[in-house]
């Protein structure tokens, strides 16, 4: 039931009408050059990226990163709040779905509640957090390749920033090298990683660049280091997702599914997921939205299927994903991005011996300092 000063400070959304929508430029930056995975190339050193500030007529704003267009989303200035935001579900208008990170923020700061607290505050304020950030360093430059060592230093580098634990991504033999050469890499690296860190927690990320037969070779091979899950092996499909789910059985291994992070399909990954084939799903946290998270969730937990949204690119996705498992609860661990955003201030957030607290200060608690508008 919802507490009576709750009831009252939701009942303040209705004074404001949407003023004014000022586009914002924001700008990640990574504390080292990532380099390639399965698909792609490097990734670089860090980029700049879209977002939105929105303004009400009563002086309250909010504000948040945009992936993709913003075509439409002026429409919706002079027009009352409560008329494209619910606090109960998000985005209401399907024009303003590019606000959604922005009117969570400004709502959850009207209302002086974080946006977990917005959410429904159904998880921990803390929860697990893996470096996403070792890719095939060991692969670069092309012309003196730095081997090995440049995966561990990565590794030591992101455990000394608070992290213990981290996905690796595999399926060197996808593209970057000959297939069995890849193949033996990859094992190579897991292996590594884990004699080094016998304590972290290791999950691994193929980004569709395996096969289900390569996939459950390569769980033979590294069987014994104990892989919290195995994410993306291959585009998803039932028949190789069944394979993989009999050899986990049949093996005795506790390796989780984790899949949807690429173009995902909702009805097909449902179906997946009502068929045992999918343990987490993966969708990213700004492109497929939070408000769309939201309706989603309780689909999931009532399948048994965690969530652990796609963050990768952006700290802020970190963050706001932290938010997510703080607010609905049922996510598993949140996918860290090391870096930091120009002109945002997100010393609110603790990441500390593998987790991530989210702060008790309104909204997403990242204030934008100075804004710069596109």
């Known amino acids: 039931m919802t507490h009576p000063r709750t009831e009252y400070r939701l009942s303040s959304l209705a004074d404001h009408r949407i003023h004014q929508i000022e586009p914002l430029t924001v700008r990640t930056r990574y504390p080292r050059v990532v380099g390639r995975n399965a698909r792609l190339g490097s990734h670089g050193s860090g980029f700049e990226t879209n977002a939105v500030r929105v303004l ?4 309250a704003s909010g504000w948040g990163v945009v992936e993709g ?30 606000l959604d990170f922005a009117l969570h923020d400004l709502a959850a700061t009207i209302t002086d509640v974080p946006v977990a607290t917005l959410l429904g505050g159904a998880g921990e304020r803390s929860v697990t957090c893996y470096s996403g950030a070792i890719y095939f360093d060991d692969l670069d430059p092309e012309d ?11 590794c030591a580098a992101d455990w000394a920033a608070g992290y213990r634990a981290f996905k690796l991504k595999i399926g060197r033999g996808h593209r970057w090298m000959e ?19 016998p304590d972290a927690r290791i999950l691994v990320d193929a980004n569709n660049g395996f096969t289900p037969a390569q996939t459950v070779r390569f769980l033979q091979q590294v069987a014994d280091c104990d892989l919290f899950w195995v994410e993306e ?45 999918i343990d987490v799903m993966l969708m990213d946290v700004v492109s497929y939205g939070l408000t769309a998270w939201r309706r989603i969730m309780p689909v999931l937990a009532d399948l048994g299927v965690a969530a652990s949204p796609h963050a990768w ?16 609860g049922n996510v598993l661990t949140v996918e860290g991005v090391p870096g930091t955003t120009d002109t945002v201030e997100a010393t609110g957030y603790l990441l500390e011996d593998g987790l991530i607290t989210v702060p008790d200060q309104p909204g997403f608690a990242l204030p934008i300092t100075p804004a710069t508008p596109t």
């Open 179 to 197: 297939a069995e050469a890849g193949f033996a890499r990859d094992i190579e690296v897991t292996r590594l990683v884990r004699e080094t860190y």
């Open 144 to 154: 003196t390749p730095r081997g090995l060592d440049a995966v561990l230093a990565n």
């Open 56 to 59: 009400t007529d009563q002086g």
């Open 313 to 328: 690119g952006m700290p802020l996705k970190t963050l706001y994903a932290a938010q997510m498992a703080a607010g609905l």
């Open 69 to 98: 267009s913003l075509a439409g989303a002026d429409s919706v200035v002079g027009r009352p709040l409560l008329e494209v935001f619910d606090p109960a579900t998000g985005v209401i208008a399907p024009e303003a779905l590019p």
């Open 233 to 277: 092996p291959f585009h998803e499909e039932s028949d190789g997702l069944r394979v993989l789910r009999d050899h986990l059985l049949s093996s005795g291994s506790r390796t989780l599914i984790a899949d949807g992070e690429f173009e995902p399909d909702e009805a097909q990954l449902l179906e997946l997921a009502s068929a045992g084939l």
